[in-house]
């Protein structure tokens, strides 16, 4: 390990003065540290211009400084190359960042001494597919939603698993989602908690209008493909980890399944799943 990435999140670290001193600890330790172009240059630090993909692209290993939402944006290109990520908490709640700043020198010691255990993630594809066969696939580690627009009524919507009918849901949205994701949105929408290492997906029915219509549990290896019952005026968009959502046209239906990539998480520390959830959310 060589090149260490640090990626802040400017709205939580607006005057860089965490960034300066990970950054600082880096450099004392005889690595050497990337920075986005307008990080360097707000810190008066000389550097070559990196654009934030290519922190990313050239790096051994990235620090995250924000929350689990900063990490997620890392993770869906750190993925292509498989570079471990290491998320310090700036957030709330921060299951995947789950160390504190104030232990960043240890944990950075720790991770310069290979003191730390690797965790795969499973990831999702998710692929607009229309009528014509054409495919646009996009990547998330979390979860992939199919959601009515904010103007929109109550969405239809069919769910088939590798070709077999589910059933057809009267919603405002269907989840699905990875077992690192099903504390996030899935949880909230009433969806079960998978734990990470398991080989899963939750599918959850947003505000379903029907008293039967629960989370279902399938393969990590099933593929699942939703279909939108159009009607007039009923905008429906595809998002992907809390992004922005992509407007899906009319001839277009979703087909999620495993992403042959990996999001690849560095765990320092002993707390396991069990003890960052009650620690989280059940406490």
Known sequence: MKTIGIIPNIMKDKDFSITKRVYDYVVEKGLTPLLQEN???KLNINMAPYK????????????????DGTLLGVARRAARKGTPILGINLGTVGFLTDVDIKDFKPTIDRVIAGDYKLEERLMLDAKIVNNHDKEETHIALNDACVLKGVFSKMLELSVYVNSEYLDTYRADGIIVSTPTGSTAYNLSAGGPILKPDTQMLAITPICPHSLHARSIVVSADDVITIKINHTKNEDCILSLDGQPGILLKDDEFIRIQRS???????????????????DKIIM
């Open 39 to 41: 990080v360097s240059s």
């Open 52 to 67: 934030y993909g290519e922190v990313i692209d050239n790096s051994d290993f990235i620090i995250i400084l924000g929350g």
């Open 260 to 278: 042959p990539y990996t999001t690849v998480i560095a765990k320092i520390g002993n707390m396991g799943f069990y003890d960052i959830l009650r």
